[in-house]
C-alpha cells in the first residue's frame, strides 16, 4: 500500500509513518516545517528516517536511503495545485492527513494560522481526494471538539456544538467539511479525536515537554487550575497504533443510521469519528509526580487560574473504537512518561 502521511516531521506523523515503514508500506511524507516550535527537533525526527536537513527543498522529492520506500517532500498544503500535482504524479492508496496548527492557546493569539493550516489546507486534501480517489481518508481531529460539554466520558455520539477556542472549531469544521465530501464524492473518511498524547520525540510546547525542561533547570512548573485538572493522556505508540488499525479499515455508511435521531460520530455516508485515548483519566499532580519519578527530582509548582480554552477534565469513551478494531490504548501513565524522560535525558542530556 501507498500511503501518503502530511505532518511526518511533527509529532505525531512521524511515528506513523516509521511503523507503516516498518510493516512493510510504502509512505510519502510531507510537512511545511514551521517555526511554531523548535525546527531542529522536526529535522532530528525526519533525520532519524534518513531525510537530512540539507537535502530538503521546497516541492522536491527526496528519497531515504536508509529506509528506500520513504520519500518527503517540504510542502504548504494551502498551495492546492502543488498538492494536486503530487496526488496525480504518486497515486496514493491510503492519505493520512496529521499535518495541522496545533494548540489551544496559540489559537488565541493568532486565528488566521488556524484558518490557512486547519481549514484551507485541509479543503485541499478533500479536493485532492474527490479527483484522484483514494481507498480512505484518515484525518486528526482532539478532544478539544467536546468544548463546554461536561457530561463523562467523552463520547462520539455527544453533540460537539460549543467549542470553546478557535483551534477545538476548526478542528469541528474539518469533521463537517469531511462528511460533505463522504456523502457528495463518496469518499471514506474517518476523523480521530486524539487525547493529549504524549511521549518520545513529542512537542515542545506540551505540559509533559514543558514540565521536564523547567525541573531540570530548577525553575518552577506552571500548573493550571492549581492542579485541579484531570486529562486522559494517551501515549504516542496507542494513538500510532489506533491510527493504522483504523486507516486499515475504511469507513462505510452506518445501515442503522437514523435521520430522525441522527448520530453525531457515524452517517448514511461512508464517515466516521472515533475517539483514541486511553481511558482512564489521569490527575495532574500525578502526572507530575511521574515525571518527578522519572527525573530523580522534585518540581517546584507554581499554582495558576484555569487558562482560557483549557477544560478541567477529558475522558475518552473508545467503546466505538474497541468494537471495531479490536483495540483499546493501554499503556499506563507511570511506562509512557518513564519512556519519555529517558530519551528526553538521552537527547538533550541533563541540563
Not at 55 to 70: A, G, M, N, V
Not at 150 to 179: C, G, Q
Not at 271 to 291: E, F, R
Request: hydrophobic content about 40%; charged content about 25%; some cysteine.
Amino acid at each position: 500500500m501507498k500511503y501518503l502521511v502530511t505532518g511526518t516531521a511533527g509529532f505525531i506523523g512521524f511515528h506513523v509513518a516509521r511503523k507503516l515503514l516498518e510493516r512493510g508500506d510504502e509512505v510519502v511524507g510531507l510537512d511545511v516545517i514551521n517555526d511554531y516550535y523548535d525546527t531542529d527537533l522536526k529535522y532530528a525526527r525526519l533525520a532519524s528516517m534518513g531525510i537530512h536537513r540539507e537535502e530538503i527543498k521546497t516541492d522536491r522529492l527526496i528519497q531515504s536511503f536508509t529506509i528506500p520506500s520513504y520519500r518527503f517532500i517540504k510542502l504548504d498544503l494551502a498551495e492546492k495545485g502543488d498538492l494536486l500535482e503530487l496526488f496525480e504524479l504518486e497515486k496514493f492508496d491510503v492519505v493520512i492527513h496529521l499535518a495541522a496548527q496545533a494548540g489551544v492557546r496559540y489559537s488565541l493569539s493568532h486565528p488566521e494560522v488556524y484558518i490557512q493550516s486547519n481549514i484551507i489546507a485541509f479543503l485541499n486534501i478533500l479536493e485532492a481526494c474527490r479527483f484522484y480517489p483514494v481507498k480512505h481518508l484518515v484525518y486528526a481531529s482532539s478532544s478539544s471538539v467536546y468544548g463546554a460539554n461536561e457530561k463523562l466520558p467523552f463520547s462520539t455520539s455527544d453533540s460537539v456544538d460549543h467549542p470553546i477556542s478557535l483551534y477545538a472549531a476548526s478542528k469541528k469544521s474539518n469533521e463537517l467539511m469531511a462528511h460533505t465530501y463522504s456523502h457528495l464524492f463518496n469518499i471514506p473518511t474517518t476523523g480521530l479525536r486524539f487525547f493529549t498524547v504524549y511521549g518520545p520525540w513529542g512537542r515542545p510546547d506540551m505540559a509533559l515537554f514543558l514540565f521536564t525542561e523547567a525541573i531540570l533547570k530548577g525553575e518552577p512548573i506552571k500548573v493550571f487550575n492549581h492542579g485541579k485538572m484531570k486529562r486522559d493522556f494517551t501515549y504516542i505508540d496507542d494513538i500510532v497504533e489506533g491510527v493504522i488499525r483504523v486507516a486499515d479499515r475504511p469507513a462505510k455508511p452506518n445501515p442503522d443510521f437514523d435521520p430522525m435521531n441522527p448520530d453525531p460520530g457515524s452517517a448514511k455516508a461512508p464517515y466516521k469519528v472515533y475517539n483514541i485515548g486511553n481511558s482512564s483519566p489521569v490527575l495532574l499532580m500525578d502526572y507530575i509526580h511521574a515525571i518527578e519519578e522519572g527525573l530523580g527530582k522534585k518540581a517546584k509548582l507554581e499554582l495558576l487560574p484555569l487558562q482560557p480554552g483549557d477544560v478541567p477534565a477529558s475522558h475518552a469513551d473508545v467503546t466505538d473504537l474497541v468494537k471495531d478494531t479490536g483495540y483499546k490504548p493501554e499503556t499506563t501513565i507511570q511506562e509512557g512518561v518513564s519512556a519519555f524522560t529517558e530519551w528526553y535525558l538521552d537527547y538533550f542530556g541533563d541540563e
